[in-house]
């Protein structure tokens, strides 16, 4: 019977890989029953009223598989973000004994979303690499600090390299201003090493504000990320790559200026890197800051990463 023939190369229009599976099954099952019916009205004798009712069927079963690998193309390549883990191997790792299983989410949104609430007692890697506009704002500085996304009263340890400098310091994460982190100075103990001029010094305040916080309460903040971030942004690339992990690369709404791309893990759907290309400083070549993200889990040999100890022979100097 042609039909059935027709049936089975429908079915491997459906056996391709990119199709979501409620999608494919929902197709196979229409398929098969409309199989079902046309060997069940093949009988001899009613030959007109078979080519007729075959080539209607047809017809129906072809506008039913275009609708649904239509359907399947736009899940697939046009994911739109209505609502926006770096996962490291250890991370990875540490992922599975807290965090919700993310292999197969209902959308991508809501699985960032999942992921970025459940990731704020990790202890947060940051590598911030600058390059272009003005020279004093280029290089690459380092951070760890943790909980990833303190609360707001919560003792917060923090530790900086980049600069030549090394500085550590614990603080009081301070309520949440009305708007985005400002910069205040707020109490502080901790100390700064300078490996140049091999002396130390201690710290009694800390700049409150910058990428630490700015990460902390904006990247971090769920509500935040779905208004800013995720807004209106696009998945532009399922299978990107990102320090060795296989990524999904989303393409975020700025300004006319300001073009941001934000990568998430496509295991953990944590981020995995964010990067900014800012084309409106005068004067300057265009702004690239990249800022890579590690989460990883609170253990003793992580939290030991935020402890400085002063090398032998340094001097101390006045803060």
């Not at 019977?1 to 056996?15: E, G």
């Not at 250890?90 to 004994?97: F, K, L, M, S």
């Not at 990249?290 to 100890?309: C, H, V």
């Amino acid at each position: 019977m042609p039909a059935i023939d027709d049936l089975t190369a429908i079915r491997q229009l459906l056996d391709v890989p990119h199709p979501a599976d409620e999608v494919t099954t929902a197709g196979r099952a229409r398929l098969d029953e409309l199989t079902r019916q046309g060997a069940s009205r093949g009988r001899p004798g009613r030959k007109h009223h078979r080519t007729t009712s075959i080539r209607g069927r047809r017809a129906g079963i072809f506008a039913t598989v275009t609708c649904v690998v239509a359907a399947a193309a736009a899940v697939t390549a046009t994911l739109v973000l209505v609502h926006p883990r770096s996962a490291q191997p250890g991370a990875a790792q540490h992922a599975g004994r807290h965090r919700p299983a993310a292999t197969a989410p209902s959308s991508v949104q809501q699985a960032i979303l999942t992921a970025i609430g459940s990731a704020g007692g990790d202890v947060m890697h940051l590598t911030v690499s600058t390059s272009g506009g003005p020279p004093v704002a280029r290089g690459v500085i380092q951070y760890w600090w943790w909980p990833a996304r303190p609360a707001p009263g919560q003792q917060v340890r923090l530790l900086m390299v980049g600069n030549g400098m090394q500085t550590a310091v614990t603080f009081t994460e301070p309520a949440a201003p009305p708007a985005r982190p400002v910069l205040q100075s707020i109490p502080a103990s901790g100390l700064s090493i300078d490996p140049a001029s091999k002396t130390w010094s201690t710290i009694s305040r800390y700049m409150y504000g910058g990428v630490v916080a700015v990460t902390s309460r904006d990247l971090l903040d769920e509500s935040y990320l779905r208004a800013t971030y995720l807004a209106h942004s696009k998945v532009i690339n399922g299978h990107a790559a990102i320090h060795g992990r296989t990524a999904i690369e989303i393409s975020v709404p700025g300004t006319p200026t300001l073009h941001v791309l934000l990568w998430v893990d496509t295991r953990t759907y944590l981020p995995l890197r964010l990067v900014k290309l800012d084309s409106g400083a005068t004067n300057y070549p265009e702004t690239r800051k990249i800022y890579d993200y590690q989460f990883l889990p609170a253990t003793p040999g992580n939290l030991a990463k935020l402890t400085l100890t002063i090398p032998h022979g340094y001097q101390k100097v006045s803060s």
